[in-house]
């Protein structure tokens, strides 16, 4: 409905009585001359309905702008309900914020979920600021009563030479020594209330099909002390329980200590020898050593070999060493430069060519020792071999399965970098 209060511009206003409180409104229009196009005595229209409709249709209109008004100043109000300095105190908006104390749930579902996309940034940093505190202030506690899964769970898909875990330990003195007593990592195998434990200390297992990569790798000054590479066998750096091993004589391997080689075996011209070294730890071969106890005589010219053959039977490495058999004595043969894997394993080969062939150091030769040498092995997998006669070189390849056991243990025989 709409009112229409036209007059001369003078201050005067209109009071509309029901009989019982009413709305007065109040119209700035001076003397009123028709009230929606009526004319006349303005008393005559004081029946109560056509007052009530004029009020409410006076009122709406203005109680219409007052609401209008309420909510535009409600929305522009910093603090329209006058809690936000109140729920500032209690709650983190958010965008985050740093807490003033401490965070403590006990639920019967998941407490956390953390998750950053980040590429930059931890999902979750954990600092303890504090520098004392004996056993009591650590940086992160985890408990599990839980005696059927494990009480952490880490996972990680690094391609990077990175571990899953990365652990540093930094000396917290000023002295090179303050720290003496302290360890990057501590393992406590306790009994509990029970009468022991038979707990592992540490359980290395390598599941979806293994790793042809190092098991254990311990390195000191970015060098390799202790390892053990995929197939199990073991390299140290500086021997084991006061045992000779190669790499105490500046060696990658040999087919066993030389003090054992105590006799020698006239080799048969053209006969391809191999003798087995096994590889512990990732190395560049750049030398083979051997051993002649007899010197050959009038070596047939090109004819004399020492060289490398790997698992599958490929040749690696040859050199011609007709010189080397006429005198006796350790030799050096300098090959070019073979990268082999740690836990894999090379032949030594030898075929030589002369009016008498040189005899070459090896261990035991009892009656037998053909069989017992390589005992367990299948052939193409021998100790020591035979694989080939009528050679005058190295052939290009051999099939390790055609191997024929030596009756002898050796040749004697080295590697080296």
Do not use: C
Not at 83 to 91: E, I, K, L, V, Y
Not at 111 to 134: N, R
Not at 357 to 374: D, E, F
């Amino acid at each position: 409905m709409r009112i229409e209060v036209t007059g001369e511009a003078f201050d005067d206003a209109i009071e509309v009585t029901t009989g019982q409180q009413a709305r007065i409104v109040e119209v700035s229009a001076g003397l009123v001359s028709s009230i929606n196009g009526r004319t006349g005595d303005v008393a005559g229209l004081a029946e109560t309905a056509e007052v009530s409709t004029i009020a409410a249709a006076v009122a709406g209109p203005v109680a219409d702008e007052a609401a209008d008004a309420a909510v535009a100043a409600h929305v522009e109000a910093v603090d329209p309900h006058g809690d936000r300095a109140w729920a500032s105190g209690q709650f983190l908006p958010k965008a985050g914020g740093a807490l003033t104390g401490g965070i403590t749930t006990n639920l019967t579902a998941r407490s956390a979920f953390l998750k950053t996309t980040s590429p930059t940034e931890h999902a979750v940093t954990i600092y303890q600021a504090s520098t004392t505190g004996v056993d009591v202030a650590a940086a992160l506690n985890l408990i599990s009563d839980n005696r059927e899964t494990s009480a952490v769970y880490i996972s990680g898909h690094e391609t990077l030479p990175r571990g899953t875990v990365k652990i540093t330990h930094t000396n917290g003195g000023s002295g090179a020594t303050d720290d003496t007593s302290a360890s990057a990592l501590s393992i406590d195998l306790r009994r509990g209330t029970a009468a022991g434990t038979a707990a592992q200390g540490i359980f290395l297992t390598a599941t979806d099909g293994g790793t042809t990569g190092r098991l254990l790798t311990l390195r000191n000054g970015g060098a390799n002390l202790f390892t053990v590479p995929a197939a199990g066998s073991v390299y140290t750096a500086t021997g084991a329980f006061g045992e000779q091993l190669p790499v105490n004589h500046g060696l990658t391997g040999w087919t066993y200590d030389p003090v054992i080689a105590t006799t020698g075996s006239l080799l048969t011209n053209g006969t391809v020898y191999l003798s087995k070294i096994h590889v512990p730890d990732d190395t560049a071969i750049t030398k083979i050593y051997w051993w002649v106890t007899t010197a050959g005589a009038t070596p047939t010219a090109g004819q004399n070999w020492v060289g490398l053959y790997s698992p599958a039977g490929s040749r690696l490495a040859t050199t011609g060493v007709d010189a080397s058999i006429a005198s006796t004595g350790l030799k050096t043969t300098t090959i070019a430069s073979t990268s082999v894997a740690a836990g894999s394993f090379v032949w030594v080969a030898m075929v030589f060519n002369a009016t008498t062939a040189p005899t070459i150091a090896r261990a035991s030769g009892s009656g037998g020792l053909a069989t017992a040498v390589n005992a367990g092995l299948t052939s193409g997998v021998y100790r020591f071999a035979t694989n080939g006669t009528a050679q005058t070189t190295l052939p290009a390849s051999i099939a390790p399965g055609s191997n024929t056991a030596a009756g002898f243990a050796g040749p004697w025989a080295a590697i080296g970098p």
